[in-house]
């Protein structure tokens, strides 16, 4: 598939691997739709994308939200009056161990990872699907591949965006549509920022290439996927050889 004028709808994307995905596909050429929770763009975002002459529009919206989402899911294919692709990369976190892990810490992660993935996916897979084109991303994590003490409601949750993203492949292949994942390892970001030395060393020392991923890294994963025909239900790793 050939980016240029493509139009992609991202979630999430107004910071970290998000927001490097939205810079990836604008220098590529392709017409965006971004999202968030936060009322606008943050400003050095917009100002880069302005500096590369993006058409884009930014909405608004919880993808954990019911109503919100198929609002949002709607308004976005109006925008252009189609989505070529769709990058599901909106998440959160809520760690505790298991034990101390309450049902609304398991649900609340679960809400806004897995159940809102498939909410805004089904009625724009249904728009693909009349289409006979589309391309899905969904961004998964190496602790859905093996799990993480102190996660189980995060890794319940990108395990299970594995597992939708194999289905909607096989379900959309025969009419042209394609669904892959991404399973990020140890990327910077704000949330990496805030670990002490000590834990930033341990990490480091699971993974062979011996630094954490930029967000940049996965963005190009993204744009390799979106290009990439013949390729589907698969989830690639991008974690510097921390699964080995």
Request: with cysteine; aromatic share 4%; proline share 2%.
């Amino acid at each position: 598939m050939k980016l240029t004028d493509k139009v992609v709808f991202i979630t999430g994307s107004t910071r970290g691997i998000g927001a490097a995905t939205a810079l990836e596909f604008a220098e590529a050429g392709s017409r965006l739709i971004l999202n968030g929770r936060q009322d606008n763009l943050p400003t050095a975002l917009k100002e880069r994308l302005d500096s590369l002459g993006t058409d884009y529009h930014y909405l608004k919206g919880d993808i954990a939200n019911k109503e919100s989402v198929s609002e949002l899911a709607t308004t976005a294919w109006q925008i252009y009056g189609k989505i070529d692709i769709l990058i599901n990369n909106a998440g959160i976190t809520n760690d505790k161990l298991m034990m101390g892990m309450k049902a609304s810490d398991f649900d609340q992660v679960i809400n806004v990872n897995l159940r809102g993935t498939f909410m805004l996916t089904q009625p724009i897979f249904k728009k693909m699907l009349k289409e006979r084109t589309g391309c899905i991303i969904n961004l998964a994590s190496i602790v859905g591949l093996h799990g993480n003490t102190g996660q189980a409601n995060y890794a319940a949750s990108k395990a299970g965006i594995i597992g939708l993203t194999k289905s909607i492949a096989q379900e959309g292949a025969r009419r042209g549509i394609r669904c892959n994942a991404i399973a990020p390892g140890m990327i910077a970001s704000h949330m990496t920022e805030k670990l002490s030395e000590r834990v930033k060393d341990q990490l480091l020392n699971r993974i062979p290439l011996n630094r954490l991923g930029q967000p940049g890294e996965v963005a190009k994963t993204a744009k390799f996927l979106a290009e990439n025909d013949y390729l589907t239900g698969q989830t690639i790793v991008v974690d510097g050889g921390m699964t080995i």
